[in-house]
T-cell receptor
Framework: EDKVVQSPLSLVVHEGDTVTLNCSYE??????LLWYKQEKKAPTFLFML????IEKKSGRLSSILDKKELFSILNITATQTGDSAVYLC?????????????FGKGMKLTVNP | SQTIHQWPATLVQPVGSPLSLECTVE??????LYWYRQAAGRGLQLLFY??????ISSEVPQNLSASRPQDRQFILSSKKLLLSDSGFYLC????????????????FGNGTRLTVT
């Protein structure tokens, strides 16, 4: 069974701290790994990673994939209170003739002022 | 640009009552459509997905069903709700994958918070 595991499940930090979110996976026929940010409603897309070792960056957020060790990390530098959210990791796998997106349980980040 | 609409935003229904949640996508054609449920501490669980009109795949056996009567419309239904159906339901779409295997991220609607009492 496909599995995506995120750690830690929750984290409380102070503004300005740097955080690293971890995501490991075991899936059939890996296609890509995605990170989402969910505040109150719709998860919003952050990154999609398909190749090992290539960092994707957007402002203070960056992410990298290791396909050999089957994990990804999401880094947030100089955190702000607006970074408080649930961060979701998900993996596209291909099975039974279709692609499916399997999610981890999410990591709740709280950034205190 | 593409947009996804999902309604209602919140719903409180008694046990045994029927359910109908609707989702529509604008600005694209032939999208893949998805229904997910998010329960506290359990992440997003895929319920149904559809690659075309009338084509529905079910991931989890339950008392819910889905239909796709039009290309950009996806409906989640139940004839009789259970307490365990409470949760946050999310509709999502993405473009049909290309032959070369390129895939694109899912884009989510704002969700429906369902409480079964």
């Amino acid at each position: 069974e496909d599995k995506v595991v995120q750690s830690p499940l929750s984290l409380v930090v102070h503004e300005g701290d740097t955080v690293t979110l971890n995501c490991s996976y075991e899936v059939t026929n890996f296609r890509s790994l995605l990170w989402y940010k969910q505040e109150k409603k719709a998860p919003t897309f952050l990154f999609m990673l398909t190749s090992s070792g290539i960092e994707k960056k957007s402002g203070r957020l960056s992410s990298i994939l290791d396909k050999k060790e089957l994990f990804s990390i999401l880094n947030i530098t100089a955190t702000q209170t607006g970074d408080s959210a649930v961060y979701l990791c998900a993996v596209f796998s291909y099975q039974g003739g279709s692609e499916k997106l399997v999610f981890g349980k999410g990591m709740k980040l709280t950034v205190n002022p | 640009s593409q947009t996804i609409h999902q309604w209602p935003a919140t719903l409180v229904q008694p046990v045994g009552s029927p359910l109908s949640l609707e989702c529509t996508v604008e600005g694209t054609s032939n999208p893949n459509l998805y229904w997910y449920r998010q329960a506290a501490g359990r992440g997003l669980q895929l319920l149904f997905y559809s690659v075309g009109i009338g084509q529905i795949s079910s991931e989890v056996p339950q008392n819910l069903s889905a239909s796709r009567p039009q290309d950009r419309q996806f409906i989640l239904s139940s004839k009789k709700l259970l307490l365990s159906d409470s949760g946050f339901y999310l509709c999502a779409w993405r473009p049909r994958p290309h032959r070369d295997g390129y895939n694109s991220p899912l884009h989510f609607g704002n969700g429906t918070r369902l409480t079964v009492t």
